[in-house]
């Protein structure tokens, strides 16, 4: 039942060897980016269009694979590379490295998905001392030969050699230095002649080997280095942080060279089919020309818009509007692509489906079907719950006044806006005064933890998207800009500088934007979501007018609705969120949890009371204070929810909760003693206290267990539950009451509760006449209950899932204590691709949440099943209940659209093919 | 995989129903138990053998089973019955309650297993007013006759009609204070007439109905009432205690009537075939002239020894003599009996295999097999681990002179010794100052906790084996007595009244014995157990007088480890601790815990730098002060235990727990500050102390995690080893380490960990010149880790399941919490047979355990398993490992015996037949 993925991977692939290593551009297709990688798929499907792509080979993954297994390639991959090299020096009419007009070629890694960390481009293989020249005589510029060759020596050695890059860069800054400029292009032939002796020098010196000569040679180095890059310590972390499994391996693509330095008639250039900020349809890109791509990262010179390539080269132009157009009705989508000019010839290097901001996702989407290009279902399929999500957080007005001071990375989104505190003490001290603060740091521990949840924001100058603050900050759902580089904090004078030495100070207000990382002085006017504003039926008339975003929204949800299996449940506690959740579209209450109808003034008095109780008279009178007050709230809930089911929850956390803090009431009374002055009943109080403390309450007295030890407790509510509907039916509503037993671990305990229960709806049900249907169920929130959930089964009518509690105990930590503690060590290292109190564990929790839901309807097919942790809102975990079979999921009034199109997005997506 | 055991059994049972509901007892055999129960089934096999049996026979549990579902009998029943009666009645030459000579029976229930709470006996079933004249005649003795319809009126009325009891105890009472009496005896034939006519009235009065006269409807009633008794509330919480299956259900017996109290020529008795307390040959039991059964019971007259039945009926007594041999031989065991004699003749009621004490188990089986009754693999099969354990407690001495002051239950065994105090406080204070003290309470809580483990022992004089104080003194191994309800406990006079009026004070010295229940005044003197000595080597020759105790274990426990697959490790963390494991017979150490090398005036302070260190020196500093202090303890360590394999754990416990408690330096701060007279270094002190403060330190910072997060530390604690086990090997000697990592959830935090270690051991290696082979594994103590075990076993040479951490995940509850708040409650509602914490949970915790057992081993088929949770010395728990095929268990070095034992027991009975 448990058996690991990476087994079964391991046969698959065993299956999928082959003995074809090297397929030509011509032979490929973008459906088979397992075996050529994303790039050669789409180098192959560009070709076939019959697009003018410099022409080329992919070497496979399965090559790759041998390689990385064996230590060698396979015994056959010389040969069917220079078969395949033959062919492409036969088309190109050149031969590689040949010394009179030699045939260049890139070499290219390119693995099933996009992968930071591995061994990227070798450029210009094929050129040395003797084709050098041969490239001078064909292209006409000496200047262009040399600086091509330097490059080569330089990024061969690096990349492929192993040198370290600087001294490169060093000899080059020398050179410059030399002749009194920074600019590369003030370099003459000369000058890069001296640099590709002094590069190859370099080599020989680190490396401990000659810049190779031969030709051949560069490429099958080059190939094999890119193999290696596979296994390169950032690209196993990246894969382990990412969860791309470890034996995918990559391709290389052998590509002949084409060059936009070649002068004013050459250029290259990036492209979008539409506009990936807002989806509107137009020419949206850059060019640059007489340069190559790396020249445009670099920055060297400003790009111009594509929009001006039309006077430039209005062949050129009109050439790449038509393939673009092609490319967007083949894709059926937002392409982007590298291209690249030379001497007025158009070439493509690369297209792959473009990414795109979230309300662009869901504009092209509906544009697109409108088009008649896709259907709703594959628009369902290209948008997604966090692009959703995004578009429900209330942003910054763009045309806001105040001053942008920084930018960091958008670690936990969201508005906030506050004085600046640089300490934890400080925040929790002005926000108790009620202050609104943002707290920032260099970088965050768990001594900053108060101050993190006293404050509105937080903001670092240190450390990535796995940093403390951010992981903490997300975790807390808490906006969180993290790793501002150019803010220097000083957490001693209180106070951070700008990069244009701007100083902020204690008290001052400044606004960060957790969703773009941007940070502003002063007060910056939050705008609602326009989103929120539809579901909240507060938007007003013609209000949408970014382009149809919210149009496209209900669209693309309406669909999802009609598509999705899954049923969505809110988790809401009272009248007011139950009402909330109805207008997100809740199908009902998933849970409703009951601790804070033990709090308030007078209830903590009676709860008090009830703790404190050493004989059943002191109980009961407790438990007859607290049961008309709670019945008063069911009747809401059931009003505000009427016709809907409800699932309530019987009392859960341990009953210390109740009480004071140990620690704090005890030097409370410490001190009081000191002064002579005892109080009674903080001594009294502090016994209780003694007696109820926990070393780990998590695991302690609570849940079903309280309602097994605590006599009355339980009855109590499920009388205050069952008097509650009886008095709705009887005035005519249709309350849908359903009871839930937390913490359950074995049948027994359910048995007796369940007993206990049905005893109080029958007399509830005589007294009043009214028949009471209400489904008594329990919560899969222990390891227990999911291995034994067919015994379970036996006493329960419905089980939901806590899959918030099951994570904390299936891996044995506390969300409490491990996200500050270490969870940041953990996500660096890649232990966890991402929380998973984010996301469900599959292989682990996962695996039990499925054995229970086979189990479960083994003893009782119709046993109902859902979800209630946090998950129940997430959406890859969405599409995971959907795959096991849970009837709905429960979330977080907020998260209800989320989970809707992410229900309707499961179920189109296993109904369809395995194409897509 | 998990599918329940409750689905299994229901569909055996469907296939096990027949159709024939009635035996005659020559129709059964002993191993019908299934069928018949345990008495029908003894029945029988006793009238097989030819021994003098009252005719009769058994209905089914089939029948029963039929009845409980649908609510009646199987449609065949009643003809069954019928005819089974009719011959009986030939045998007899009677009919069932005829007016003239009437036909009585018995109707007693009797299940698979021996069960209180399920009715017991009607006897006398055939009488009525019509044919108790009958009976009288037939006697030729009124007043038997009478007093035989009373007493079935009385219990017909009482367990038949379910009529109180003490109506009809009260009006018997009433009726002897007229006549001026205290005994029955005294009562005559017209008194016990007038009765069974008050008798009658108030069946009537309270059943509602008439007692019947119908014989046969009696008979009807009382077998359903059987049927029905199966199902009563105190039968049902013994089955959960217990964990007998439900569905079981009982049978009942009917047999023909003999009377033990006809005259002096009759009587009653029950014997032993030989000594169950000693296990010697010889005639024991006890024998009443003139009574009944329940005479017996109700201690109305002191019956005589058995051996004094030679004088008074010497003709019975050598039948029963032969009798007894007979079915020792037979059932090649100790038997117990019961038995009547009317009027010279001996019929046989009922035998079983008879109840004994620990150290008769020994002898008996050696005994029988020196007969040659049974062999060595029968005589492993019949004593238990759990008896081993008992033999290996220092008792008092049992010619002691002091006086015995009172008895109670046996709740955890043990002979404690101290001055009676009073209240928790108390004991701690008395036990600091070097007192050992008993805490006397009239039952504890969690308040007490303290001061239990104060003391050296725990008496109450309320409550059972379930209470709080039970539970609580067995989860920390101390001996305790409760429920010693002669006892007056007065804890705010701080004294305790005996029986007898005696007055013990504070202070006054006590002595308990918690494997009898005895209370002793004063100081018992202790004796050492001599099968300790045995195993410690400091039994002097001939000590072994009681009955070659010594000698039986001996040759057992030789067989057990001849026979055993698994093999049997200590946990042992020092060189001490590994050489009194070898002692005991260990085979190596399952688990060395490294905390204590964390320990002591040196280290902590050095363990206290590396906690507060915020840098890499500060940090490094530390662990190479530590390093060669650890190096120390495992080369003692390796010394101790050459040429076996040692488990070496690294650091599991939180960083915190080797710093101060955060009430108490809260409480210490916050007064000097009131004092004004802070304390540097407790402040900084407290500031950790605070960061590392955990809500659940259980769910926190641990194990594998602390090597992860602290840089150098798990790398220290391998160098350690490794360089302890190069300097040994150099010395020529064998250390056999292996290294486990605690607390595993994912095989990525065990590869990094791994790549780690085998640096150094690599590196040691290298600078030792010794070729280091050590193990690396891990426990398997998360349910992420049970469930992933296959992906686990990739990176893992080992598994070794901690299942006292797995049971508190796998449950939710931490044991330090539980036991004390709910754990009472819960064995009392039955809905544990035991803690989970004593024998593994094999539905829950153990299924777990499965399933990684066989997901490791497809990953890696020579995957060494073993346990190191408390589990591995607990003898249904190692029965358990046997069969999911385990290597080893380990477990103290005092279980160890008693973990062979088992081993060797779990290893026959799995090769032996089911018929056992």
Not at 599 to 625: H, T
Request: hydrophobic share 40%.
């Amino acid at each position: 039942m448990f058996s690991g993925i990476r087994a079964t991977a391991r046969q698959e692939r065993l299956v999928a060897t082959q003995d074809k290593f090297v397929f030509d551009f011509t032979e490929g297709n973008k459906d088979l980016k397992d075996l050529l990688g994303g790039k050669g798929a789409n180098l192959a499907e560009m070709t076939n269009l019959g697009l003018p792509v410099p022409p080329g080979f992919t070497i496979t993954t399965e090559a790759c694979k041998v390689y990385l297994e064996t230590g060698s390639e396979p015994a056959s991959l010389r040969d069917e590379v220079s078969a395949h090299l033959a062919a492409l020096e036969k088309t190109m009419g050149k031969k590689l490295g040949a010394a009179s007009d030699p045939l260049l070629v890139s070499v290219r890694s390119g693995a099933k998905f996009s992968m930071p960390g591995m061994m990227d481009t070798v450029l210009n293989i094929g050129l040395s001392d003797a084709s050098v020249k041969g490239l001078v005589k064909q292209s006409g510029n000496e200047r262009f030969a040399w600086d091509s060759y330097r490059r080569l020596v330089q990024m061969f050695g690096k990349t492929v050699l192993g040198v370290e890059g600087e001294l490169f860069e060093e000899a080059l800054e020398e050179v410059k230095r030399a002749k009194g400029t920074v600019n590369d292009l003030d370099l003459d032939a000369a000058d890069l002649k001296g640099l590709v002796k002094t590069f190859k020098k370099i080599v020989k010196d680190h490396a401990g080997r000659d810049f190779p000569q031969d030709p051949r040679e560069q490429l099958d180095l080059a190939v094999h280095a890119v193999f290696d890059s596979w296994n390169s310590d950032r690209a196993k972390l990246y894969r382990r942080q990412e969860r791309i499994p470890h034996d995918l391996a990559t391709a290389v693509n052998v590509c002949s060279m084409v060059f936009g330095n070649l002068g004013e008639d050459s250029g290259t250039g990036v492209a979008f089919t539409r506009d990936p900020a807002s989806g509107h349809q137009g020419v949206y890109g850059d060019y640059l020309s007489n340069a190559q791509g790396e020249d445009v990262v670099a920055g060297i010179r400003n790009a111009l818009p594509l929009a001006e390539l039309e006077q430039l080269d209005k062949k050129s132009y009109d050439e790449l509007m038509t393939i673009m157009q092609t490319l967007e009705n083949h894709y059926r989508d937002l392409c982007d692509i590298e291209f690249t000019i030379e001497r007025g010839k158009l070439w493509m290097l690369q297209t792959r489906v473009g990414k795109r901001t979230a309300a662009a996702a869901f504009r092209i989407a509906v544009q697109l079907v409108d088009q008649g290009l896709i259907d709703l279902d594959e628009a369902l399929h290209r948008v997604n719950g966090a692009q959703l999500a995004q578009l429900m957080f209330p942003r910054f007005d763009e045309n806001t006044k105040a001053e942008k001071i920084g930018r960091g990375i958008a670690a936990s989104p969201g508005a906030a806006v506050g004085k600046a505190v640089f300490d934890s003490y400080t925040a929790v001290k002005w926000s108790r005064s009620g202050e609104k603060v943002i707290l920032v740091r260099r970088e965050t521990n768990p001594d900053d933890l108060d101050g993190m949840i006293a404050a509105q924001g937080i903001l670092t100058s240190r450390g990535g998207k796995t940093s403390h603050a951010a992981v903490v900050a997300r975790g807390m759902g808490k906006t969180c800009v993290c790793g501002a580089e150019e803010l220097e904090v000083d957490t001693k004078k209180r106070r951070f500088t700008t990069a244009d030495g701007r100083v902020i100070e204690e008290g001052d207000l400044i606004s960060i934007d957790g969703s773009t990382g941007k940070v502003y002085l002063g007060e910056v006017p939050v705008v609602p979501s326009p989103v929120v504003e539809y579901f909240e039926g507060t938007l007003h008339a013609g209000a949408d007018e970014e382009g149809g975003l919210v149009k496209a929204v209900h669209r693309i949800i309406a669909h999802a609705d009609s598509a999705r299996r899954l049923r969505v449940r809110a988790n809401a506690d009272n009248a007011e969120d139950a009402s909330r959740a109805r207008r997100y579209g809740a199908q009902g209450i998933g849970l409703c949890r009951t601790e804070h109808m033990f709090l308030g003034e007078e209830r903590r008095k009676e709860v008090e009371r009830l703790i404190l109780a050493d004989n059943d008279a002191d109980r009961e009178a407790a438990l007859s204070v607290l049961l008309p007050l709670q019945k008063t709230d069911f009747v809401e809930l059931f009003t505000a929810m009427d016709g809907l089911p409800v699932t309530v929850r019987l009392l859960d956390p341990p009953l210390h909760e109740f009480l004071p803090d140990i620690t704090e009431l005890s030097v409370r009374v410490a001190l009081a003693e000191a002064r002579k002055d005892p109080n009674e009943n903080d001594l009294r109080l502090l016994q209780a206290v003694h007696r109820l403390h926990e070393q780990n309450p998590m695991l302690g007295l609570r849940g079903v267990r309280l309602g097994l030890v605590i006599p009355g407790l339980f009855a109590m509510q499920v009388r205050a539950i069952a008097e509650a509907a009886a008095e709705r039916k009887l005035a005519g509503g249709d309350p849908r009451a359903e009871i839930m037993i937390p913490l359950v671990g074995t049948v027994q305990e359910l048995e007796i509760v369940r007993d206990e229960a049905e005893k109080v709806l029958a007399e509830v049900s005589a007294k009043t006449g009214v028949d009471l249907k209400i489904a008594l169920g329990t919560m899969i929130e222990l390891p227990r209950a999911a291995v034994t959930a067919g015994q379970i089964a036996e006493a329960a009518e419905f089980f939901s899932f806590g899959t918030n509690d099951l994570t904390q105990t299936v891996w044995g930590f506390s969300r409490d204590d491990v996200e500050a503690s270490f969870f940041t060590a953990y996500l660096e290292k890649g232990i966890f691709g991402v929380s998973p109190f984010e996301t469900i564990d599959r292989d682990g929790v996962g695996a039990l949440v499925r054995n229970a839901a086979i189990e479960g309807r083994k003893t009782r097919p119709d046993l109902k099943l859902g979800v209630c942790g946090e998950h129940g809102g997430d959406p890859d975990s969405v599409h995971f209940f959907h795959e096991v079979g849970l009837d709905y999921v429960s979330c977080s009034p907020f998260r209800i659209p989320v989970a809707r199109l992410e229900a309707g997005r499961a179920a189109i997506e296993t109904a369809g093919s395995d194409s897509r």
